[in-house]
C-alpha cells in the first residue's frame, strides 16, 4: 500500500522550497484553523513528515479528509476555477509552507487505518526508520492471490521475485482502492480575472491571458550578487504590456520554463511575484512593475481559443522629431530602403551586428526615418518593400538626428498584419514604388546589384536623402595624401586578445605607454603602429576626402616599415607617396552623415583597396555601364555627342565587345 505514495517532494518542499506539480501523500493529522475554511495538515511521503501544510477550503467543494486518508495534489485534477497549489516562505528562519486548494481522494482513511510504512521494513526500495530489511517472501500476499483474473500474465524473461511481488501488489491495490484511471488535460479556462494593466503587488491572487510579443535568449551574468543565467520577455494584453524575469540561482532553473514559451503565442499566467520596476533603461513597457518567475508560477496553453492579438498605438514618423529620446513608440511604415548587414567592434570590445532599415509613411506629404535592427533581428530581416508594423521602437538621437531601433530585449514587428493602417498605407506606398525604385537620387542599396561601382556624386546624393551609414565600392584614385599623423601607436595584447586603442605615454616613464582600455605601463613590444591616413578621392564626378586604417595595400608596406622609412630618408619617403597619388584602384567605403558644431558633415572610411585590372570582369562591366549611361543621356537630351562637340561616342561598340 505504501507504494502509493510519492516519496521525495515534501523533503524538497522544507529544503529548497520547490513547488510539486503532482504528488501522491498522507494525512497523519489536522487541526482547523479560525473559522474552519483552512485546515493544518500534517503529510507523510514515505521518507518525511511535513507540519507546514495549509488546505484552503474557501470555494471549493472537497470535504475535509480523515486521518490516514491517501490524497493527491496535481494540477491536472485542479478545477480551473481554483488557484493552483503554491509554496509560500515564511519567517525569518526560510520555513515553507505549501498552501493546498484542492486534492483528490486516493483510499479513505477508515480503510487504512495506519500509517503507510510504519511496519514495513522497505517503501520504494529504501529502508525506512533504520529497521533491518527482512526477507519478503516469493509469493503475492493472500488477499492478492486470491484472485486469479488479476495475476499478471506470464513473461519470457521472469523478473525477480521483488520485483513481481510489488507489481502485484501494485495492481491489485489499484483495483481494490478504486484509484482513479489517467485523466486527460482539462480545457484550459481562457478567463482571466485581471488585465495587465491592473497588475501590482496587493493583488493576492490574479489570472492573466496574455500574449507573448519578445522573448531574449538565455544569458549568463555574473555579479557580485549573482551568478546564473537570466531570461526576459514582454507579455501583452490589450490593456498594455508587462516584463517577465526569469532567474536560475540556488539550484532552480525557471529559464527552462520561460523559455517553452513560444512568441506570437497567447497563455494563461499565475503565480508570478510582482515587484516594481528596477531600472527603467532596461523595461521599455512603460508598466510601473515587472513579474519574477516562482516555484509558485502556473503557465498554461497555448491558448487556441480567442488568442490575444497584438495591440498598437500608431504614431506618424513626422511626429518623431518632437519625440524625446527614449520615448517607446508604435510604428506602421514602408520599408524603403534595406541598408547592409554591419559587423563590428564596440568600445567595450563586444563583436555587434546591426542594420539600418529606410521606413516612411504618408504623414505630412511624406515622412521618413532610419530603423536600427541589432543582433538577430538584423541578420534576419527581409522585408525589402514590405508594409510593417513595429511594437515598442525606441527613440534615438544621433548627431542631432532622430531615429528608432529594435532589438536587444525591446521591440518587435510584424510584416503586413490585417489593420486598416496597413492598407491605407499599402495604397499610398503602391503610387511611389514605380518612382522610387527608378530615382538616381532615391538609389536603393537593397536594389543595387552586387559589385556595382558606384560614383562619389551617387553616394552624395543618396546621403542627402538618407544620413545613415552605407558601404558603397568606387573606381577613384587619390589626388592627396596628407603626410601629417599618418600612423598613431595602438595597444596590441600579448595574449592575443584585440584591443587597438591609442596608447600615449605614461607620464612617470616616457618609455611606457597607458592605453584607454585601461591597461598602464605597457612596453613598446605590447603595441604597434597603425595607419590612420587621410586621403582625398576623387573620380569623373565628384572628389571627398576619407580616412584610410589598412593602408597598407596603398604603399605596399606597413605603418611601422614607412615610420622607419622617413627617419631614414625623408625623400624616399615622399617618392613612394607621390608613387601612390593618381594611380586609379577600386576603394571599399562606407559613408554616413555626422552633425559637428551643429552642422551636417561627411565622413567617407576606407575599408579596403584594390588595384584596378581593366581586362578583368568589373572592369569590363564598369565601362558598359558608363556607356549605357551616356547613351541613355543622349536620348533624353536629343542630341548626339558628335552633334553637340564634334566627337563621336561609339557606346555601341562597347556593348559588343
Sequence with gaps: MESLLTPGPLGRIMEEGERPDNMTVQVLGLKGIGDGNKI??????????????????????????????????????????????????????????????????????????????????????????????????????PTVSSTPSLRPPPSKIAPSPTNLSRQNVKRNLDSTFDAPAPKRSPPIDSNPTHQVADVNPYLNRYKLKVRVDNKSPVKKLQTQRFTGSVQDCVISDQSGSIKVNAWDSNGREDTSHLDKLEVGSTYMLEGL??????????????????????????????????????????????????????????????????????????????????????????????????????????????????IIALKGAKVA???????????????????????????????????????????????????????????????????AENRSEKRFTVLACPIKIKT???????????????????????????????????????????????????????????????????????????????HDLRIVSEHDFLELVNKAQFSEAVFTMTAKVETYNQAPQLKFNIQDMDHLEWGEEGGRDHIKRRWREVMMLEEELGVSHEEEFGIAVTGAAAFSN
Design 273 to 386: 511575484q510582482v515587484k516594481p520596476v528596477h531600472n527603467p533603461k532596461y523595461n521599455t513597457t512603460g508598466h510601473n512593475y515587472e513579474l519574477t518567475w516562482s516555484q509558485n508560477t502556473v503557465a498554461s496553453g497555448p491558448v487556441t481559443d480567442t488568442p490575444v492579438r497584438q495591440s498598437y498605438k500608431f504614431v506618424p514618423i513626422s511626429s518623431l522629431e518632437d519625440t524625446e529620446a527614449g520615448t517607446v513608440v508604435d510604428l506602421v511604415a514602408w520599408v524603403r530602403e534595406v541598408g547592409d548587414l554591419i559587423q563590428f567592434r564596440s568600445k567595450a570590445e563586444k563583436d555587434l551586428k546591426k542594420r539600418e532599415i529606410v521606413l516612411a509613411d504618408n504623414s505630412k506629404g511624406g515622412s521618413s526615418v532610419n530603423l536600427v535592427l541589432w543582433a538577430e533581428q538584423a541578420e534576419q530581416f527581409s522585408c525589402q518593400d514590405a
Design 40 to 141: 493544518r495538515l500534517l503529510l507523510w511521503d514515505g521518507v518525511k513528515e511535513y507540519k507546514h501544510a495549509v488546505l484552503d477550503l474557501s470555494g471549493s467543494t472537497v470535504p475535509s479528509p480523515d486521518k490516514f486518508s491517501i490524497v493527491r495534489v496535481s494540477d491536472m485534477d485542479r478545477p480551473a476555477n481554483l488557484m493552483a497549489h503554491n509554496v509560500k516562505e515564511v519567517g525569518e528562519k526560510k520555513t515553507f509552507a505549501l498552501v493546498l486548494y484542492h486534492y483528490t481522494m486516493v483510499k479513505e482513511g477508515a480503510l487504512v487505518k495506519v500509517r503507510l510504512g510504519a511496519n514495513a521494513s522497505q517503501v520504494n526500495g529504501h529502508s525506512q526508520f533504520g529497521a533491518t530489511p527482512s526477507p519478503q517472501p516469493r509469493s503475492t500476499p
Design 397 to 463: 538621437e544621433y548627431n542631432g538626428t532622430k531615429n528608432i531601433s529594435l532589438g536587444f530585449g525591446h521591440g518587435t514587428f510584424e510584416v503586413a498584419p490585417e489593420l486598416p493602417e496597413v492598407e491605407e498605407l499599402e495604397e499610398w506606398a503602391r503610387g511611389l514604388r514605380g518612382v522610387v525604385g527608378h530615382s538616381g537620387t532615391q538609389l536603393s542599396q537593397g536594389n543595387r546589384v552586387a559589385g556595382d561601382w558606384s560614383t562619389l556624386q551617387e553616394i552624395k546624393e543618396l546621403l
Design 484 to 562: 601629417d599623423n599618418m600612423w598613431y601607436r595602438a595597444h596590441q595584447p600579448r595574449d592575443g586578445k584585440k584591443c587597438l586603442k591609442k596608447v600615449t605615454e605614461n607620464s612617470s616613464n616616457p618609455e611606457l605607454f597607458d592605453c584607454r582600455c585601461g591597461d598602464k605601463k605597457l612596453s613598446e613590444g605590447e603595441t604597434e603602429l597603425r595607419y590612420i591616413v587621410n586621403i582625398c578621392l576623387a573620380d569623373c564626378t565628384s572628389w571627398v576626402w576619407a580616412t584610410m586604417f589598412s593602408a597598407s595595400s596603398l604603399f605596399n608596406m606597413t605603418a611601422q616599415e614607412l
